[in-house]
């Protein structure tokens, strides 16, 4: 089974197209008008081992919201649909990644419910041209289009560029933990009998 899914996304705001592989080998095609926003999720995929094509367009002559907002919507739309029924899948992840004087921690529960709570302070509002608002934005969106449980903690650091690549690379860690699949598990993870 290939657990590959393709979203496509077009308002008045953006134009986005993504194809995500959730058994991948950290392959990154990605062309957004959002550098730092690129560089992340460059980030993610390589360390989740997953692969993600995405091509966006958006109105970044504005800001970088609605196109930030809008890629997190349909990676996290992706990411549900890739995982269709989620037979025999861990369901939780947990990575801690240090980035030189940082350190963040995520925690993934694949658990239909979604949910953000995210522990970060950033030392400055702008990497670059990027808000770092936009961090927090996306990862609603990513967590509720997902249907999953997602928490976010940065233990410390000082550098923001650093604090939020760490929580990337953590991101992309904790989700591959999460969709990895194992023979022990029959049916889904939950006494619930479904997830």
Same mark, same amino acid.
């Given at each position: 089974?290939?657990?590959?899914?393709?979203?496509k996304?077009?308002?008045?705001?953006?134009?986005?197209?993504?194809?995500?592989?959730?058994?991948?080998?950290?392959?990154?095609?990605?062309?957004?008008?959002?550098?730092?926003?690129?560089?992340?999720?460059?980030?993610?995929?390589?360390?989740?081992?997953?692969?993600?094509?995405?091509?966006?367009?958006?109105?970044?002559?504005?800001?970088?919201?609605?196109?930030?907002?809008?890629?997190?919507?349909?990676?996290?739309?992706?990411v549900?649909? /890739?995982?269709?029924?989620?037979?025999? #899948?861990?369901? @939780? !992840?947990?990575?801690?990644?240090?980035?030189? =004087? +940082?350190?963040?921690?995520?925690?993934?529960?694949?658990?239909?419910?979604?949910h953000?709570?995210?522990?970060?302070?950033?030392?400055?509002?702008?990497?670059?041209?990027?808000?770092?608002?936009?961090?927090?934005?996306f990862?609603?969106?990513l967590?509720l289009? /997902?249907?999953?449980?997602?928490?976010? #903690?940065?233990? @410390? !650091?000082?550098?923001?560029?650093?604090?939020? =690549? +760490?929580?990337f690379k953590?991101?992309?860690?904790?989700?591959?933990?999460?969709?990895?699949?194992?023979?022990?598990?029959?049916?889904?993870?939950?006494t619930?009998?479904m997830l």
């Amino acid at each position: 089974m290939t657990r590959t899914a393709s979203i496509k996304r077009n308002t008045n705001e953006t134009q986005i197209q993504l194809t995500f592989s959730v058994d991948g080998e950290g392959e990154a095609k990605l062309e957004t008008p959002v550098p730092f926003m690129t560089h992340m999720l460059d980030l993610f995929t390589k360390h989740g081992q997953f692969n993600l094509d995405l091509q966006a367009k958006g109105d970044v002559d504005i800001d970088d919201h609605h196109t930030t907002e809008d890629i997190g919507i349909c990676l996290g739309q992706a990411v549900k649909d /890739a995982l269709g029924d989620k037979v025999g #899948i861990k369901r @939780y !992840g947990n990575a801690f990644v240090p980035m030189d =004087e +940082a350190l963040a921690q995520v925690v993934v529960d694949l658990s239909n419910r979604p949910h953000l709570e995210i522990r970060a302070d950033f030392p400055s509002q702008k990497v670059g041209t990027f808000d770092t608002e936009l961090v927090h934005e996306f990862l609603w969106k990513l967590a509720l289009e /997902a249907r999953m449980n997602l928490h976010v #903690i940065v233990h @410390y !650091g000082t550098n923001t560029h650093h604090i939020i =690549e +760490a929580i990337f690379k953590a991101l992309g860690r904790a989700l591959d933990e999460a969709t990895t699949t194992d023979s022990r598990i029959k049916g889904v993870p939950s006494t619930k009998g479904m997830l």
